[in-house]
């Protein structure tokens, strides 16, 4: 059994910071890449950022320079820290991590998993 949590949503003024955090627990033999989505009202869910096992980085070009992801891969924990918001930043943020799972018999079980989300409210 694998979960996946994300917490430090809230409420922030534009240009207001708010750090993220997702962390993955269960029997995990390891996690592979991991990333930061999110959903506006009326909207498709969209990729914001995401991170390999080895370090590398992507984002969406609409938060680049002012959104970082990391990942501490000892405590199985995702971070977006989110600088300078701006109200198209309001979103539910989702956590996405593909994690090899231990199996009974001894196997790894590689699946993608999701958290039930964070809501990020920027507004005056």
């Given at each position: 059994q694998v979960q996946v949590v994300e917490s430090g949503g809230g409420l922030v003024q534009p240009g207001g910071s708010l750090r993220l955090s997702c962390a993955a627990s269960g029997s995990i033999f390891s996690i592979y890449a991991m990333g930061w989505y999110r959903q506006a009202p009326g909207k498709e869910r969209e990729l914001v950022a995401g991170?390999?096992?080895a370090g590398s980085t992507n984002y969406a070009d609409s938060v680049k320079g002012?959104?970082?992801?990391?990942?501490?891969?000892?405590?199985?924990?995702?971070?977006l820290q989110m600088n300078s918001l701006k109200p198209e930043d309001t979103a539910v943020y989702y956590c996405n991590a593909?994690?090899?799972?231990?199996?009974n018999w001894g196997g790894?079980?590689?699946?993608?998993?999701w958290g039930k989300g964070t809501l990020v409210t920027v507004s005056s």
């Open positions: 991170i390999v096992s002012r959104f970082a992801i990391s990942r501490d891969n000892a405590k199985n924990t995702l971070y593909e994690i090899g799972a231990k199996t790894i079980n590689r699946n993608s998993f």
